[in-house]
């Protein structure tokens, strides 16, 4: 049983070293480490993409809510929490602005989920909506302008 189990792991280990010398991936990161740390920090880049993920799951948790979708809505407000402290570990300069949201505004948004009341929700959601604007305005970009959306992009739906 013993040679069995090192056969496997051995033609495993043969396997991913035979994968890892003809897959190209990776091989744009080039330099020192300290360069290759570089690069990798400009295409994690900073708060932005931080805030294209949180657009997305605003989206995403209003047509859940509006479908009383509550796991779904769950699950994207939680999204939102983690794609904001990431982008703020990148540039926890803005950390200032971001904190009412944080402490505030999605802990109550997660106290209307739980309720599962849609006029809860919604009132959540306009308040939500109202900090996202107060955090643009905090960071000087009041013309990014949020709103609650018009038309669905995802194709998730409650049963």
């Known amino acids: 049983m ?3 189990f090192i056969l496997i792991l051995t033609s495993l280990i043969a396997s991913c070293s035979v ?5 190209a ?3 744009w990161i080039k330099g020192s480490p300290s360069e290759k740390m570089e690069a990798m920090e400009r295409h994690f880049r900073g708060f932005d993409m931080a805030m ?3 657009g997305y799951r605003y989206q995403e948790l209003y047509w859940a809510g509006t479908d009383e979708n509550w796991g779904y809505a ?20 803005r950390a200032a602005s971001a904190k009412e949201f944080q402490s505030v505004t999605i802990p109550e948004m997660k106290a209307a989920l739980q309720t599962k009341d849609i006029n809860e929700f919604n009132k959540a959601f306009d308040k939500m909506t109202v ?14 302008i949020v709103q609650k959306p018009l038309t ?8």
């Open 25 to 27: 991936q990776g091989e």
């Open 52 to 54: 294209v993920e949180t």
């Open 131 to 144: 900090s996202c604007m107060n955090c643009h305005v905090l960071e000087k970009v009041p013309y990014f």
């Open 74 to 93: 769950e699950y994207q407000l939680k999204k939102i929490g983690i794609a904001l402290k990431r982008g703020l570990e990148r540039r926890p300069k």
């Open 152 to 159: 669905r992009q995802s194709p998730i739906r409650k049963q």
């Open 19 to 23: 994968e890892s010398e003809t897959n």
């Open 2 to 4: 013993k040679k069995i």
